[in-house]
């Protein structure tokens, strides 16, 4: 369960453990704390059980939760630490790839570290209407300095990027970081990094919002031009976002806090459990996808299925980096369970091939799968998703 990231059954599994102070126990128990959000109670097992003589492989597993947990609380001193030990291990098991990614997360959280803090200032509930972008469908109306932008918020960007010639327009400082980032069509980008010291959405005020800068022509395609993105910083900073009909996003004064669990962390994506078509499925909680799709892992264990149903699909994906091309199946529809609730999609898209590296994902959850209730709500300090269908 553990291995396959499904911290919602590995979960369930702990509250019949016999030996809940063993180790291994104790391990798992960090890691569904630190997949359901609860870094500072996760941190004081790991702390623990680092101190002692334990598995190479656990304690790998350990400091890669403990630099997880010390971004989320944004202390990127600590999370550099966890990084700096991760890379010296490594460097000395020879893992070239793995030694790459840790030193190029080093040299995001070297210059993170030396920046003001992010933090959030509520001045009650916002109320934010959604603005109308050809390009992009609907944006966030905001204010940096004097300028007003609209940037879309994307829940599975894992830092919020601006083009080059934006962060130029927005008057702000570019730090100089050459930093590697990863791209939904595998391209690698470098990107440098820019402050915002102030950024009002509705009414709230972030201060010291860091950005990703890359170039203008990572996110140019075709004929437009992504300009900004909002990324999981500001999603965070939001708490809970209620999302209603007319495009409009509600964010209320204080975030409820008891305790859900139905959605899950993995680094900075968010996990659910759904039902396709009666399977079992993982998948990510994507707002920033239009469609729900779903991945050779479904693919593969569900064969006979989709291809007694579906067509042969061509799909083309588009991000920072370019456009590609997956083949696949079109499903005329997929009935899904998600959150309690029953929901009819229509022409989903099967990949038979791979497209992500998370091969234990099956699907990538959409805004289709949302678009049919009155709201819903995804609250980051009750781990929840709540939809309401009163019409």
């Known amino acids: 369960m553990y291995a396959s990231h499904d911290f919602f059954s590995l979960r369930a599994a702990l509250t019949s453990e016999t030996h809940p102070q063993s180790d291994q126990a104790q391990f798992y128990t960090a ?40 971004r989320r609380m944004s202390d990127y001193a600590g999370a550099l630490k966890a990084a700096q030990v991760l890379i010296s291990i490594y460097a000395h098991k020879g893992d070239a790839n793995k030694l790459m990614e840790l030193r190029n997360t080093a040299k995001l959280l070297g210059v993170l570290r030396t920046l003001p803090q992010q933090n959030v200032i509520r001045h009650g509930a916002s109320h934010i209407v959604l603005l109308h972008d050809d390009d992009v469908g609907y944006c966030v109306p905001l204010v940096i300095g004097t300028q007003s932008p609209c940037y879309i ?47 009002k959405i509705g009414n709230m005020e972030y201060h010291n919002v860091v950005f990703l800068v890359v170039p203008d022509a990572a996110f140019t395609i075709k004929d437009f031009q992504i300009r900004g993105i909002l990324g999981y910083p500001i999603f965070a900073g939001m708490g809970a976002v ?13 975030v409820p806090d008891s305790e859900v669990d139905d959605i899950a962390f993995d680094g900075n994506d968010l996990l659910t459990k759904i039902k396709a078509n009666g399977h079992a499925a993982l998948c990510r909680l994507d707002t920033g996808a239009d469609h729900t799709v779903f991945y050779k892992s479904y693919y593969d264990r569900y064969k006979s299925e989709v291809d007694k149903s579906g067509a042969p699909h061509v ?23 998600l959150a309690g609730h029953i929901i009819t999609l229509q022409h989903v898209t099967v990949f038979t091939e791979p497209v ?9 959850l959409g805004l289709d799968a949302l678009k049919d209730f009155k709201s819903y709500t995804i609250n980051l300090r009750t781990m929840a998703l709540t939809m309401d269908d009163a019409h």
């Not at 992500?356 to 990538?364: A, E, F, G, H, T």
């Open 153 to 199: 918020l994307d829940t599975g960007a894992n830092h919020s990027v601006l083009i080059r010639s934006e962060a130029e327009r927005l008057h702000l400082k570019v730090l100089s970081a050459g930093i590697a980032l990863g791209t939904s069509t595998d391209a690698k980008l470098k990107a440098d990094i820019a402050v915002a010291p102030l950024l």
């Open 242 to 254: 209620t999302t209603q009909p007319g495009h409009i996003i509600e964010v209320p004064a204080s």
């Open 356 to 364: 992500i590296p998370q091969d234990y994902l099956m699907c990538n």
């Open 315 to 337: 799909t083309k994906i588009g991000g920072g980096g370019g456009i590609r091309t997956f083949k696949g199946y079109s499903l005329p529809r997929l009935d899904l369970e």
């Open 31 to 70: 890691a569904v704390m630190t997949a359901f959000n609860r870094p500072a109670a996760a941190d004081k097992i790991i702390d623990k059980l680092l101190q002692m003589p334990i598995d190479a492989n656990l304690q790998l597993e350990l400091l890669e939760m403990r630099m997880q947990n010390a």
